[in-house]
């Protein structure tokens, strides 16, 4: 019943308005993709597939249901001869030298000292 408690744990996320995916896996290895987690009604599992359709399956039915991340944004190569990159390139060429730094804080203001009037 391991689906069982996380649908449990994705409830407040299905209950807000920002839809996350999800994969059911079924004992029999049938795979849904699906637009949010399910949530359960009685005894069965009530779900809508990516495509649209809706499907109801029975608790003892299911595998494993778990979320979906999102899709990684591949990484742009920086562009040598883009001088507004030169910074960056430069860091990850440090990086790979194993001569990198922290970057420094910044300083903190100092405060002018007043002079005192004399009596």
Avoid: C
Wanted: glycine share 6%.
């Amino acid at each position: 019943m391991r689906a069982v408690a996380l649908l449990l744990a994705l409830a407040a996320l299905s209950d807000s308005s920002v839809s996350v995916p999800a994969q059911m896996r079924l004992k029999d290895g049938t795979v849904y993709e699906l637009k949010a987690p399910p949530h359960l009604s009685g005894r069965r599992f009530v779900f809508t597939t990516r495509d649209g359709k809706v499907f109801s399956l029975g608790e003892s039915e299911v595998e494993e249901i778990r979320l979906v991340g999102p899709t990684p944004v591949p990484r742009v190569a920086l562009n040598p001869q883009d001088s507004r990159q030169l910074g960056a390139i430069a860091r990850q060429e440090r990086l790979k030298k194993g001569t990198h730094t922290l970057i420094a804080p910044a300083e903190t203001p100092r405060h002018k000292r007043r002079a005192r009037a004399s009596p």
